[in-house]
């Protein structure tokens, strides 16, 4: 009986034996690639290595956007659960704490946090990239379940500076607005791929002997035509005529006319690009390129170089001005004061809107529209920025049959201030259009690659008819002309006043709301920079662009020549010039139509 049972016995053993190792066979045979790979999965992991995004610099080489590593912090929902013994309210007052501390950054959801608690998930954020200061009170604070990983935070060094022309970076480090946007690909960089090793804790480290699968590359820097010295200039005296007038907002633009280069653009009220989200997104318009205006008497300028160009008119010829207005198909329009006779010299210094309507009658239509147009109005500059603005200028065949004598004096058309400056630009440097542009060079590794846009000429003006117009124009800064108060010691100076009424939200012109302007170059007849000043509805003091924007042209371009290193033209005596007074050249550190 006794060797049945061991025979049971024996019989079973063996059986089992057989069974486990045809398991065994199977598992480590048959199945070893596909639990081999099972493992490899548990203990290896390839992870995603995101680049720091390139730096922008000015055109010194200063920067104006860099990336710095920051913590982000997350929550192990079933750390906390377990460091905490499954204590609701020792939980809570983690969650409370991380509230106190994080409740500020951009992103923290109290709420979510709650809801991942209680399903005791695996992982979830509490904040991403975090502010230093909150990072290590954070980290000093040693709450169960909560830890850190470094990412790239965008930071913009000198805060408000060109912030609408620089942009901003989301949270996943992609490009949003401005220039991040428009050159997020070069500028971001490639991510590369690592293998990391897991242990129990699932807690990760990467070991030398496990491969790369693919190095990341930093992001290209861009170089740019901007100049942050300039650039402060711009935006601190836009900012103090924006205050002084009680204005809604204002723009100004500086360019070299003969390359197209911007050296500022700047738009006030802005915004602090490190915490953009506290800004909406109208409040981070690029003003100078996305928004449009009538320009009024600005515009003359145009008008007058397709006049001088087509031979129309001369300087000394006489127009009667009609003491105040003209009546052309039963419609009056309006001269902003009344003027008698002049001659075409002082209608454009005096900027009388009979005297140039009277002009532009003389021209055919086409050849007035195709002038205009041949200028860039109707059509993006082709700036290498996102959101640009084209204006509106209506083709030919719907033009009504007064729409050249409005355009003339600059209604019903609207236009950028970029644009207005390019066709400026176009006058100053001989008569040559150019493309606008901020971005110099891309840097690779050190070397320089040149994006400044391929010479396209384009003639809107012969070199004659611009020499004559400038001279012309110079008259408007002198004695007797509506640009005075833009007048700059020692330098020839010429531009163009402006003072449009502002579209009505009902329709019509507002009787409140203008738009006074200047827009000029210096030296007049050796141009280094072309500039235009736009003040959005001033409410106090005068509204006129000789009173509000000649001014702000005036101080800025006097303090931009100085540190530029441009010397004076003219000779300047005594000791009342503001050339002496050396000024902060320091940047931040870390209508019824147009009158003049």
Known sequence: MKGSRLAVVVTLALVWSCLVVYRLYGIQVQSHEVFAS???????????????????????????????????????????????????????????????????????????????????????????????????????????GVSFVKEYKRFYPMGSLAAPVLGIVGMDDSGLEGLEREYDERIAGKNGRRTVLRDARRSTAAPPTLPVEEEERPGDDLHLTLDATLQHMAEAELAQAVAEHQAEQGAVVLMEPDTGALLALATYPSFDPNRFAEYTAEQRRNVPVADSYEPGSTFKIVTAAAALDAGVVSPSEIFDCEMGGITLRRTFIGDHKPFGLLTFREVLTKSSNVGVIKTTLRLEREFFHDSVAAFGFGRPTGVDLPGEHSGIYHPLDSWEALAPSYISFGQGIAVTPLQLTTAAAAVANGGTLVTPHVVDSLERNGERISLRPDPAPQQPVTPATAALLTRLLEGVIEPGGTGTKAAITGYRVAGKTGTAEAPSATGGYSDSRFVPSFVGWVPSRRPALVGLVVIISPQAGSIGGGSVAAPVFSRIAERSLLYLGVAPEVAVTGSSSRLARGPDLSPPTLASGGSP
């Open 38 to 144: 099972h493992a490899e999965n548990q203990q290896q992991r390839v992870v995603t290595i995101e680049p720091p995004r390139g730096t922008i610099f000015d055109r010194h080489g200063r920067p104006l956007a860099v990336s710095v590593e920051v913590d982000s912090a997350f929550l192990s929902p079933h750390k906390l659960w377990q460091d905490s013994d499954g204590d609701e309210e020792a939980m809570e007052q983690v969650l409370g704490e991380l509230e106190r501390i994080v409740g500020s950054q951009p992103g923290f959801q109290g709420e979510r946090l709650r809801r991942d608690l209680e399903k005791q998930t695996g992982f979830s954020w509490i904040a991403r990239k975090l502010d230093p200061e909150i990072s290590q009170e954070l980290r000093a604070a040693k709450l169960p």
